[in-house]
């Protein structure tokens, strides 16, 4: 079945460093790719999607390229804030409407002020 | 975006008994969605409610367990029956808006 790997459990970082989470898809055809940011105590929060071959969301500052020959749509952002400390979760949707996410585990981004 | 609303937002129970947790959305929506969320894991699709017609069970949930209703465009519950301590986690509505989904804050849920 259709499936998200993030590599990176957890994330430290200190302000202004660049940040990379890496998320790979298993998936037939063209899914959608979403990025969720997920704040202590709260719900998951749409960042941006992206679902045909090399185009790019972004919001935030975040930003991630879809690319089918190597599967990824890995997260950047340039000069993290404190205030990004969250968790981060890649989803891919079922359909191209994204009606069914399947999320990755999420990655925890720690940012040292 | 649609803004959804859960309450409670916090609850414990004792094993054995039934709690129910409603989702209100700010608009009409066609389909809204459960997921479970337990402590420090991803979220999982337990089910899909639209109006008038029964819920869609995901694998490893059931109606009998999870029964969920959708009486109209803005408002499901779910209800978490026979509560057992495994059934801890933090429980999410979320619906669709074109492509996108939204959640509401989430209720967390301990079970003694």
């Known amino acids: 079945g259709d499936s998200v790997t993030q590599t990176e459990g957890q994330v430290a970082l200190s302000e202004e460093d660049f940040l990379t989470i890496h998320c790979n898809y298993s998936?037939?055809?063209?899914?959608?790719l979403f990025w969720y940011v997920q704040y202590p105590g709260e719900g998951p929060q749409f960042l941006f999607r992206a679902s045909r071959d090399k185009e790019k969301g972004s919001s935030r500052g975040f930003e991630a390229t879809y690319d089918k020959g190597t599967t990824s749509f890995h997260l950047r952002k340039a000069s993290v804030q404190e205030s990004d400390s969250a968790v981060y979760y890649c989803a891919l949707g079922a359909n191209s409407a994204g009606n069914k996410l399947t999320f990755g585990i999420g990655t925890r981004v720690l940012v040292r002020p | 975006s649609v803004l959804l609303y859960q309450k409670p937002n916090r609850d414990i129970c004792q094993s054995g008994t039934s709690l129910k947790i409603q989702c209100v959305a700010d608009s009409q929506v066609v389909s809204m969605f459960w997921y479970q969320q337990f402590q420090e894991q991803s979220l999982m699709l337990m089910a899909t409610a639209n109006e008038g017609s029964e819920a869609t069970y995901e694998s490893g949930f059931t109606k009998d367990k999870f029964p969920i209703s959708r009486p109209n465009l803005t408002f499901s519950t779910l209800t978490v029956n026979n509560a057992r301590p495994g059934d801890s986690s933090i429980y999410f509505c979320?619906?669709?808006?074109?492509?996108?989904?939204?959640f509401g804050a989430g209720t967390r849920l301990s079970v003694l």
């Open positions: 979320s619906s669709r808006l074109g492509d996108t989904l939204y």
């Open positions: 998936a037939s055809g063209y899914p959608a």
